[in-house]
């Protein structure tokens, strides 16, 4: 099995619409990798293992291994371009990560306890605000999701992005911003059921 984090890459010499439709023709992906103070390289990827890697949520919040005619980079997945109503994946970009350096990456939230908690038990009913937030770190602190107990959120209550629990060495890019960016992530919502019990 292939390693899902490294993606195999030939560098691709010519830009443009022209030259990317030709890529997509033979069933590859044209990509971009670029940052880390070096030039872009344009990138072209086979598009069956790019579908067998990016069903893995993991690789969109991960250091990955980008390796272009044998020599490998680190890299972030910054960008997807799809075509609409369909699977195929039309353009790709990465960007260089240094070790040392901070990022800011897109990750995950993975909400547990909803029916078992305080508010899930009265039959209340989770609303999401939001299904990932951008976190800046650096690359090895980068985690692969954020996780989000509703056990103690009773109905009518709202968990904001300052109550979210995060790992060491990584910051909500919003709020860096101030507080009245302080968002609501989840709210506890009283079903019809829970209302009609309040009632009787």
Same mark, same amino acid.
């Given at each position: 099995?292939?390693?899902?984090?490294?993606?195999?890459?030939?560098? +691709?010499? $010519?830009?443009?619409?022209?030259?990317?439709?030709?890529? +997509?023709?033979?069933?590859?992906? *044209?990509?971009?990798? /670029?940052?880390?103070?070096?030039?872009?390289?344009?990138?072209?990827?086979?598009?069956?293992?790019?579908?067998?890697?990016?069903?893995?949520?993991?690789?969109?919040?991960?250091?990955?291994?980008?390796?272009?005619?044998?020599?490998?980079?680190?890299?972030?997945?910054?960008?997807? $371009?799809?075509? *609409?109503?369909?699977? $195929?994946?039309?353009?790709? =970009?990465?960007?260089?990560?240094?070790?040392?350096?901070?990022?800011?990456?897109?990750? *995950?939230?993975?909400?547990?306890?909803?029916?078992?908690?305080?508010?899930?038990?009265?039959?209340?009913?989770?609303?999401?605000?939001?299904?990932?937030?951008?976190?800046?770190?650096?690359?090895?602190?980068?985690?692969? /999701?954020?996780?989000?107990?509703?056990?103690?959120? =009773?109905?009518?209550?709202?968990?904001?992005?300052? =109550?979210?629990?995060?790992?060491?060495?990584?910051?909500?890019?919003?709020?860096? $911003?101030?507080?009245?960016?302080?968002? *609501?992530?989840?709210?506890?919502?009283?079903?019809?059921?829970?209302? =009609?019990?309040?009632?009787?």
């Amino acid at each position: 099995m292939s390693n899902v984090f490294e993606f195999v890459a030939e560098s +691709r010499g $010519q830009s443009g619409k022209s030259a990317a439709k030709r890529a +997509r023709h033979i069933g590859n992906v *044209p990509a971009v990798i /670029y940052g880390g103070h070096q030039e872009p390289q344009m990138l072209v990827l086979n598009h069956n293992e790019v579908i067998k890697h990016l069903a893995h949520e993991a690789v969109y919040s991960h250091v990955l291994d980008v390796t272009v005619d044998g020599k490998t980079e680190k890299a972030i997945l910054k960008g997807i $371009q799809r075509k *609409p109503a369909g699977v $195929q994946i039309l353009h790709m =970009d990465f960007l260089r990560v240094d070790m040392t350096e901070m990022v800011k990456v897109h990750v *995950p939230l993975h909400f547990t306890n909803e029916h078992t908690g305080i508010g899930g038990k009265k039959g209340g009913i989770a609303a999401h605000s939001m299904t990932d937030v951008e976190v800046s770190c650096l690359p090895s602190a980068l985690p692969e /999701y954020i996780e989000v107990s509703l056990a103690t959120l =009773d109905v009518g209550e709202t968990l904001h992005l300052s =109550d979210l629990v995060l790992p060491a060495g990584v910051s909500i890019v919003v709020l860096a $911003q101030g507080a009245e960016h302080n968002l *609501p992530v989840v709210s506890m919502m009283a079903s019809k059921a829970t209302k =009609d019990d309040t009632a009787a």
